[in-house]
């Protein structure tokens, strides 16, 4: 305690963006707007995720709307509170959500930015309080600016992305994000309001020992996924599914392992989604050192090609030598 005060001051994620734009020349300062946008976004979900328990207890809290209605599902209220964030700032002129088949259109035609987001994640995991989280990809359009944006907006290709990110809303909250010049994340301090600088250059372990993925669809993986998974229990490895994406993502990315949602015989084409799950937690993953494929090929999550904004795609994304190792059982197994 006594030398508190000789602790320096945190970085806050507006003193490290603007540090990061007068480094950038060329930075016009709106995707930093963007990346304030969206933190602010994170916040206010965090503030719903918080206080989810209290909605149950009906009008104690406010929870219930003026016409009595009952309180929306929090993936729900979160979608809208992201959508409401992006209008307001005012820099994205477009969102892809996994809540909305359609595109939306904020009505700023003259921003530069289209985000692909899926605004709470671990749709299974938010009413029994274990770690959900927000994951987000950007995009520079290529539609004019002062055009409504299009579906080829998002329909660039993983390779494309600008930033991407995500929120982890955990035992702390945290925002993890890249902006192609490596992986930075902050810890949010829920009394200052602000998030700080805790993880300055995040790098994924070459090797790892855990493995993730939902063993309850063991005999639906192809043979090659087995194979591994046996070769990691040989070694002793240990297993860990949250059951969130971000959370088991954030837990490799720190630890490193390796995540694993194959196709399955019921979902031939994997369960994630591309242009909001796969692509952007392929970004990072390499942008920290790491690997994300997408098949027994080995085929970079990032070269898949985007025809859909809700395409699925099977996900093996961690460590660089553990990637390798599952690729190289799929050839023996061949
Ligand atoms: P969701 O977008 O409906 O929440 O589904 C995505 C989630 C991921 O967070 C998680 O990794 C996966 O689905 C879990 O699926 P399963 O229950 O098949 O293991
Ligand atoms: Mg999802």
């Known amino acids: 305690p006594d030398n508190a005060l000789a602790q320096p001051v945190g970085t806050t994620l507006e003193r490290y963006i603007m540090r990061k734009q007068s ?48 309180q929306q599902k929090l993936d729900v209220v979160a979608n809208i ?26 009505g700023n035609n003259q921003g530069r930015y289209v985000v692909a987001m899926d605004p709470l ?89 855990i493995f993730s993925c939902n063993e309850g669809h063991w005999f639906d993986y192809p043979e090659y996924v087995r194979t591994y998974l046996m070769e990691c229990k040989r070694k002793g490895y240990t297993g860990r599914y949250v059951g969130s994406l971000v959370a088991d993502y954030h837990r490799s990315l720190l630890m490193g392992g390796i995540y694993l949602y194959p196709p399955t015989k019921k979902k031939p084409q994997g369960k994630l989604r591309l242009l909001y799950e796969c692509y952007p937690l392929a970004f990072l993953i390499e942008q920290a050192g790491g690997a994300a494929v997408a098949d027994a090929n080995g085929t970079p999550i990032l070269d898949i090609v985007a025809t859909d904004c809700h395409q699925r795609s099977a996900l093996v994304i961690g460590s660089t030598n553990m990637v390798k190792e599952i690729a190289a059982s799929a050839t023996a197994t061949a």
Not at 23 to 35: P, R
Not at 131 to 151: L, N
Request: proline fraction near 3%.
């Open 121 to 209: 994640d671990g749709s299974a995991n938010i009413d029994v309080n274990v770690p959900i989280g927000t994951i987000f990809s950007i995009y520079r359009r290529i539609t004019p600016v002062g055009t409504p944006a299009t579906k080829d907006d998002f329909l660039q290709g993983g390779r494309k992305q600008i930033a991407a990110g995500y929120v982890l809303y955990g035992s702390s909250t945290m925002l993890v994000y890249t902006t192609g010049h490596g992986v930075v994340g902050f810890t949010y301090e829920h009394s200052l309001g602000e998030f700080f600088l805790s993880h300055p250059d995040l790098l994924i372990p070459q090797n790892g020992k």
């Open 23 to 70: 480094e950038f020349a060329y930075a016009t300062g709106e995707l930093s707007q963007l990346l304030r946008d969206i933190a602010l976004a994170g916040k206010i979900i965090n503030r719903e995720v918080n206080r989810a328990g209290l909605s149950e207890l009906k009008g104690a809290f406010g929870t219930e709307n003026v016409q009595g209605e009952q």
């Open 81 to 106: 509170r992201f959508i409401r964030a992006l209008k307001n700032g005012g820099q994205a002129c477009a969102i892809l959500s996994e809540e909305e088949d359609e595109i939306i259109q904020t």
